[in-house]
């Protein structure tokens, strides 16, 4: 089965500050990657997704990352942090085949911005 | 106009007590799911159908029924509520199944007392 792993469950950058989280994928075959944002009390909504096009994807609000194949990764990061950028972020991979495909999160991360 | 929308936003019930969530989707998506988020922010999928048809059920307790009397719709029932079914539960909707986006409701928080 495929999953990924959030290294750091909380980090806290000063604002103007690089942000950058951290995730790792552990995957059989080309995986599609996806980040979603959690804001307090709300629902899901996604920030960006590798789906084997460019490995430097850009998402909204600013963030982009980049799915490295060597490394296992597709760490997330934004140049300058904002104050509105705190929240849970949370790292999927889908996996299946076509007609059964789900998303399996990890755990997430917790942003906090300090001013 | 809101995407996918979920009522009640709030449940206290207590254990032992028959419960159901509503999940509607605007959106003209094929498939819905339904999540499952713990206390400590863990995410699981619980169930995902599409045109009407179950297509995942993750080993989920046969306590909870999930229905979707169309596209547009998928109800999550709960029989004999347990305490540790205190949780948000979310449902999403997607135009086909993973990998395409998708798109979360604003969830419903359970508390069983």
């Known amino acids: 089965a495929q999953s990924v792993t959030q290294l750091g469950s909380h980090v806290s950058v000063s604002e103007g500050a690089l942000v950058l989280l951290r995730c790792n994928y552990s995957?059989?075959?080309?995986?599609?990657l996806f980040w979603y944002v959690q804001y307090p009390n709300q629902g899901l909504q996604l920030l960006l997704k590798y789906t084997s096009a460019a490995t430097l994807v850009k998402g909204i609000n600013g963030f982009e990352a980049e799915f490295k194949k060597s490394e296992t990764s597709f760490h997330l990061t934004k140049p300058s942090a904002h104050m509105s950028d705190a929240a849970e972020y949370f790292c999927?991979?889908?996996?299946?085949?076509?007609?059964?495909?789900?998303?399996?999160f990890g755990t997430g991360t917790r942003l906090t911005i300090i001013p | 106009d809101t995407a996918v929308s979920q009522t009640p936003k709030y449940l206290v019930t207590q254990m032992g007590n028959d419960k159901s969530i509503k999940c509607e989707q605007n959106l003209g998506h094929d498939t819905m799911y339904w999540y499952k988020q713990d206390s400590k922010k863990f995410l699981k999928i619980m169930f995902s159908y599409n045109n009407k048809e179950l297509i995942i059920n993750e080993t989920v307790p046969n306590r909870f029924s999930p229905k979707s009397p169309d596209k547009a719709h998928l109800n999550l029932h709960i029989n004999s509520l347990e305490l540790g079914d205190s949780a948000v539960y979310f449902c999403?909707?997607?135009?086909?199944?993973?990998?395409?986006?998708?798109?979360f409701g604003p969830g419903t928080r359970l508390t069983v007392t």
């Open positions: 999927a991979v889908s996996e299946g085949n076509f007609g059964n495909e789900k998303l399996t």
């Open positions: 995957s059989s075959v080309p995986p599609y």
């Open positions: 999403a909707s997607s135009q086909r199944p993973a990998p395409y986006e998708q798109y």
